[in-house]
Each structure stands twice: as C-alpha cells, then as structure tokens.
C-alpha cells in the first residue's frame, strides 16, 4: 500500500470515527430529551403502548429493507433468505422471542419512566444497564472482568445513589405534581435491568449463529409487533376504543417513534468505527448535552449535589470502557 492510499485510509477512518461520534452522541441526548418533552408537554397525550407498537412497526419495515438490500436488492433473493431463515427455522426463531418480549416491557417502562424522572436524571439513572449488563455477561457469559471495572461499577452505583438523592427538579414541565420520583426510578432500574438481560441473550444467540444481525432484528420484531398488539390491548384496549389508537399524534410524537424505532438500528451500523472510549466519550457527552438543554427546555434546576453524582458517572463510562494494554514479553522482537 502506498503513502497516499494509506494516508486516504486513515483520512476516510477519522471521518467515519467523528460521524460516529456525532451519531452516537446525538441519538443518546436526543431520545432522552424528545421522549421527557413528548411526555410532559401541554396538550393531548398519546397512549405509549400505542407508540411502543410503531417504532416496533418501523423497526420491522426497515429491517426487512436492510435485509432486501443485503440480499442484491433482489425480491427474489431477499423472500429466499427470509424463507430459509425464518419459515423453516421456526424454533430458531421462537429462541428471539425472549428478548422480544423483554425489549418490549423494557420500552414500554422508558415511557414510564420518561413521564415521572427529569431528562437529566432519566439519562444519568438509565446508565445502570452498564451494571446490570455486566452482570450478566459474568454469570451468562462467563464473561471475566478487570479490577478496574468493578472498580467503575461500584462508582457508577455511587454516582446514580447521588443523584437519585439530590433535590432536583424541573419547573416549566406540565403536570409535575403528578409525578413520582420513586415510580419512575423504579421503571428506569427494572428497565436497566431487562435491557442488561436482554442485551447478553441477544449477544449469546449472535455468537451461536451465522445469521446475520439484521435477520435477527426482523425475528426480534415480527414477534415483538404481535406481542406489542397484544400487550397495547390488555393494558389500554379501553382508552384506544374511546379515544383511538392515534389518539395525541403529531408530528413530534412520531418524531419520537422513528427516533425508538431506528435509533438503535443507526447506532448499529456506526458503533463498528467507535472504539470504547469513543463510546464512553460519546455518553459522556450526551450527559453533558441534556443536563444543559434541560436547563434552556424545561427549566432544570442544578445542585451541587447532582453534578457530582454526574461527574462520578461520566467517570465511570470512561473508567469502564478502558482497556489496558496488554504487557509486551521482554524479548526483543525480530525485525523481518
């Protein structure tokens, strides 16, 4: 390879690590703040199993997309895929019905979430699914971790318990009075929960098989649309008979469904060029974005108290995500 071609490749992989970052940075603060401002502003409110439903809609249509162009972009090729892999694999499929169902609760809590936490306290609390991932990856996976991450979850559990504990409060959100701290910690903590769960099942179920990640999130969403059907009916059936299942729809809500539906799709294909630390960085500064919009958007009142709770947080992505480098043998290497 050349000095010009080398030169031209580490140019286009910067490129691609900075849009990366930009994205990842982007989908973290925007989803938080779209979903709290969805939930909170005057108005109309839109049923959020209703909402949970779409994006598991659009989700499905894009993958299927994402298959089709896979495949050549040929109908033919893309429906013998599908075939091949779905129809007549049914208990491999039936494996993904798992985490369907549990990504499914897991966004239907956010919703819950979202409507009882302030964005910032929502996006900070929402950064246990590093604990509970962990977690998972240990007794699941077999995973081993570094002193220095247990370190970094022991901080992060620290820094959430700080700001879970600080008086903290937004002042221009409607409805406020009707918010419980402890239901949407509560919400944000079980749904951290399923999300760690969730994400090692799915991780587990990649490695076993060449199918590829796409195809997979056609299964995960052909059973999550029905499931979420279903799960839409039993819980507000009522309210979509008397009011409609677009009830409170406009174009921010479903701003906010798209955003659901195809952030973490986008997420996807950009997360392959961000290295650990550009991840950390990226969340940090997510963080950091919504603390201060919220401050301008919905009036947010910051502590002392709260910032340290963030700063030990922020820590503990970057502390996390770090990977030593491993120790060179003492003999000199040869050169060739």
Request: charged share 15%; glycine share 6%.
């Amino acid at each position: 390879m050349t000095s010009d071609s080398k030169m031209k490749s580490n140019t286009q992989d910067n490129t691609l690590k900075y849009l990366s970052l930009i994205t990842l940075t982007g989908q973290n603060a925007l989803l938080g703040l779209s979903m709290r401002y969805a939930r909170t502003r005057p108005g109309d409110m839109f049923i959020s199993t209703t909402a949970v439903l779409m994006a598991e809609v659009v989700k499905l249509l894009a993958c299927l997309v994402l298959v089709w162009n896979a495949e050549g972009r040929r109908i033919n090729r893309w429906w013998d895929a599908l075939d091949r892999t779905i129809i007549k694999q049914p208990i491999d499929t039936l494996k993904v019905c798992v985490p369907s169902f549990v990504y499914l609760i897991q966004n239907n809590l956010l919703y819950v979430a979202a409507s009882n936490l302030d964005v910032a306290t929502y996006q900070i609390t929402y950064q246990l699914k590093i604990l509970t991932t962990a977690m998972f990856a240990v007794t699941m996976l077999n995973k081993k971790l570094l002193g220095l991450q247990w370190m970094s979850l022991l901080i992060l559990v620290s820094g959430v318990a700080m700001v879970q504990l600080s008086d903290v409060k937004e002042q221009s959100s409607a409805s406020t009075e009707e918010q419980s701290k402890l239901i949407g910690f509560s919400a944000a903590l079980t749904a951290c929960c399923l999300s760690g769960f969730a994400g090692v099942y799915f991780e587990k179920i990649l490695k076993g098989s060449d199918i590829s990640v796409w195809m997979r999130n056609v299964q995960l969403a052909l059973l999550s649309v029905p499931l979420g059907f279903c799960t839409t009916m039993l819980k507000d059936g009522g309210a979509i008979s008397e009011k409609g299942f677009f009830h409170g729809y406009d174009s921010f809500v479903w701003f906010t469904v798209m955003q659901n539906a195809l952030g973490g799709l986008l997420v996807a294909v950009v997360v392959k060029y961000a290295d650990n630390i550009l991840k950390g960085f990226a969340c940090s500064l997510a963080i950091i974005i919504t603390c201060v919009a919220s401050i301008f958007i919905f009036d947010f009142s910051l502590s002392f108290q709260f910032a340290v709770g963030a700063a030990l947080v922020i820590s503990s992505i970057f502390l996390y995500g770090y990977q030593p480098k491993p120790k060179q043998n003492n003999k000199t290497m040869e050169r060739i």
